[in-house]
């Protein structure tokens, strides 16, 4: 059995800057209204026979929407971006079309990932790994299958990750 959350029906949604380095025009600072579709595959199991409660999964995806809402994500591992943390600053440099680029942002908002890049497929992998964890730790995952995760970039345009659980 499948169950489906629905991104923009279901109220997964954050807005977030981004810089995607290294491309010609998104490597530009620039925004998205995000949102998150889910579906999780697995056994119906419990009281209920769910897959997963609605509400359990709803909780682990806000619990990080809620932290990238309204800040930038930063990708800290992209291989040509150089950064520094500094009086609780964050200061980038790169190179962009040929031109060095200076970005300087209050480390409160700022949002530090563990990602090369914050692209739609890196943060939708991202976001299924969380909810992976998420149900391991309420110790819900014995009974899932696959977990696939849709990062939207507004309407109309995303990337989707499938984990395998079992
Ligand atoms: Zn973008």
């Known amino acids: 059995m499948i169950i489906e959350l629905n991104g923009i029906y ?7 800057a981004h810089i995607v380095f ?6 530009v600072i620039h925004g998205h209204s995000y949102y998150i579709d889910v579906k999780v595959s697995g056994e119906q199991t419990g009281q209920f026979d769910f897959v997963c409660d609605f509400k359990v999964i ?17 990708p800290k591992y992209h291989p040509e971006v150089k950064y520094e943390i500094k009086d609780d600053y964050l200061f980038i440099e790169y190179n ?5 680029k200076k970005y300087m942002f209050p480390c409160c908002d700022v949002l530090m990932l563990p990602l090369k890049s914050t692209t739609a497929e ?9 909810i992976k964890n998420g149900l391991d730790n309420l110790g819900l995952l ?19 990750s499938n984990i395998l659980v079992k």
């Not at 962009?96 to 060095?100: D, E, P, R, V």
């Not at 014995?142 to 989707?160: F, K, P, Y």
């Open 142 to 160: 014995d009974s899932i299958e696959w977990i696939e995760t849709t990062v939207n970039e507004g309407i109309g345009q995303g990337a989707r």
């Open 122 to 130: 890196e943060m939708s992998e991202y976001f299924g790994e969380h």
């Open 22 to 27: 290294g491309h010609e025009s998104c490597g």
């Open 58 to 74: 709803k909780n682990i995806v806000k619990e990080l929407a809620n932290e990238m809402d309204h800040k930038l994500l930063f």
């Open 10 to 16: 279901g109220g997964l949604r954050f807005s977030a």
């Open 96 to 100: 962009h079309n040929g031109t060095l």
